[in-house]
């Protein structure tokens, strides 16, 4: 979602309490497990150094492993990688026009009070951030050094999501930003704090009901949210979102190409051996290529965007 985006629901009598089953439609198929949760992003920017700093210097990620092409991030105190960015020297930024591809990378912090240190963080580094009220969510939006869309929210509490019918309730309303900042205590922004997780990632796409097919269909993700302006939203686990596709790009926006700055890879992370050969095999009955690299798998979307499907290295 994005800051601009407007809210789909209003207030309504008809909402209910979202209970665990009691929204998302599964897909006809295979469903992906649960545990389901996002992996390493992988990132092409054209100047390794200057976006290192920023994701170290200005966000707080750690840089974990380095070389003269490619850094790996995590989260404070954590092994986790959870950002790979891959210099590419003159990429093209992101943003000089509409494409296909990367909308934002979504990264998920563990309590409402390290989102207002952040808020208060940037607001001191003078970094111009949106902001969004998603219901399920708080979400803060700003771009890296290549024009590359981020998010950066705090889940509201599961027992506080809403639904209608079998729709869960996902809306852009405004922040209550002093709310954020009394959250955020006395205590200052240190970096990403440990329990930091990539929680979603959200796609330009051409078509709606192909991504549908893709992601719902083969991959086996719930659809969560159908109704939102030229968006479906996707998830396992009853979660809201691990995946957001949206057509704002408009009909005729190519895809992000080798020389753009632009996702290259993202990951979804299974619990099993076994997971990753049932979503192997869906994609294959649904007529998608599949590569095996190891002990993963990885197809591409129908506009190029490369899924790795892999086992979690530690329990979900």
Known sequence: MSASTPALFGDTPRAEPATPGSYGEPPRGYRLPAATRLGAVHLQVADLARSVAF????LGFAVAARDAQRA??????????????HERRGAKPAGRRAQLG???VAILLPERASLGRFLRHMTALGVPVGAGDHRVSEALYLS?????????????????????GRELMLATDPVDMGG??????????????????????HLHVGDIEMGAR???DAVGFDKITWRYPGALFLGAGGYHHHLGTNTWAGPDAPSADENDARLIAWTIELPDAASVAEVTASLLAGGYDVAREGPHSASTDPW?????????KVPH
């Open 304 to 312: 190029g965007t490369k899924v790795v499907f892999a086992v979690a």
């Open 55 to 58: 994701y170290e210097g200005t």
């Open 102 to 104: 990367l909308f934002h």
């Open 72 to 85: 790996v991030l995590t989260a404070q105190d954590s092994d986790r990688t959870l950002i790979e960015l």
């Open 214 to 216: 893709f992601y719902a």
């Open 144 to 164: 890296d050094p290549d024009g590359l869309g981020l998010e950066v929210y705090a889940d509201r509490p599961r027992n506080t999501w809403q639904r209608l």
């Open 180 to 201: 954020l900042l009394d959250a955020a205590g006395d205590a200052t922004w240190t970096g990403m704090p440990a329990g930091t997780t990539i929680g979603h990632v």
